[in-house]
C-alpha cells in the first residue's frame, strides 16, 4: 500500500484565492511526522510545514496551513492568498518512527499553477 | 547561510559510462541523504549517512552504485556502469541531527543517459 497518497495530479487555482492540497498517509506507527514541500521548476526541495502526530494543534507557516485530521489519516496543505511565485510541485512526504533521520517517504506530488 | 550544495546541475553521459555528483551539506549537519527523483515522481531514498557512516542503504543498487562520505563532510555519489534507467534528479539533503526534524535539499544534479 501507498504510505503517502496525493490524488490530484495538477490543480489551478487564481491569484488572492486559497487552495487546498490533499494528502492521506497510512503508518501504523503511532509515533510519524507529516511535511511539505514545494519544488519550482528550478529543482530544490523547498521545506514548508511539518505536523507532529501528536502535535494537538494544526501547524501554520505564514500562508501555509496544515488541516491535520488524524482520525482520517489526511494532512492537508492549505494556501491562503495564492500568488504567482506559489507555482511549483508540492511534495507531502511522512517520516515515522522517533528521531529526525528516519528517511521521509514522499508521495507522488501536486503541480499547482496559481493564474493571475 | 549557505545552503546545500550540489555539482554538476547537469550531467549528459552515454550509456555505459560512469558518472560522479557531489553534496557539500550544510555546516553543522551530521546527517546526509541521497535521493533519486523520477520525473513526476517524488524523491526516494538512495542512502542515508550519520557522519562518515552508511546507516541506511538497502534501496541503493549496489551493482552499479557507490556512494562515500569520507571525513563525514561532503559526500559523492558513483555510477559505474550508466544505464538509460538511471535518468533522473540526484538530490542531496542535509539535516542537523537527532531533534531537528527538517531536511534540507540542494538543487539537485539532473542526469541524462543517451
Not at chain 1, 526541495?45 to 505564514?62: C, H, K, R, V, W
Not at chain 2, 550544510?26 to 552508511?54: C, D, F, K, M, V
Request: charged fraction near 20%.
Amino acid at each position: 500500500a501507498q504510505k503517502i497518497t496525493q490524488t490530484q495530479p495538477g490543480m489551478f487555482v487564481q491569484e488572492k484565492e486559497a487552495v487546498t492540497l490533499d494528502c492521506t498517509y497510512d503508518t501504523s506507527d503511532p509515533s510519524y511526522g507529516l511535511f511539505w514541500y514545494k519544488q519550482p521548476s528550478s529543482g530544490e526541495m523547498i521545506f514548508l510545514i511539518y505536523q507532529g502526530s501528536y502535535d494537538q494543534q494544526n501547524a501554520t507557516e505564514g500562508r501555509y496551513s496544515l488541516n491535520f485530521q488524524k482520525a482520517r489519516k489526511s494532512a492537508n496543505l492549505v494556501i491562503s492568498a495564492s500568488q504567482l511565485g506559489d507555482s511549483a510541485m508540492y511534495f507531502c512526504a511522512m517520516r515515522e518512527g522517533q528521531g529526525s533521520a528516519r528517511q521521509l517517504t514522499f508521495g507522488s506530488g501536486t503541480q499547482l499553477t496559481v493564474l493571475p | 547561510e549557505a545552503g546545500v550544495v550540489q555539482s554538476p546541475r547537469y550531467k549528459i553521459i552515454e550509456k555505459k559510462q560512469p558518472v560522479a555528483f557531489w553534496c557539500n551539506p550544510i555546516s553543522g549537519h551530521n546527517t546526509l541523504y541521497w535521493y533519486l527523483q523520477n520525473l513526476g515522481q517524488g524523491p526516494e531514498l538512495l542512502i542515508r549517512y550519520e557522519n562518515e557512516e552508511a546507516v541506511d542503504d538497502s534501496q541503493l543498487p549496489k551493482d552499479r552504485f557507490s556512494a562515500e562520505r569520507l571525513k563525514g563532510v561532503d559526500s559523492t555519489l558513483k555510477i559505474q556502469p550508466a544505464e538509460l534507467g538511471d535518468s533522473a534528479v540526484y538530490l542531496c539533503a542535509s539535516s542537523f541531527g537527532p531533534g531537528n526534524y527538517e531536511q534540507y535539499f540542494g538543487p539537485g544534479t539532473r542526469l541524462t543517459v543517451t
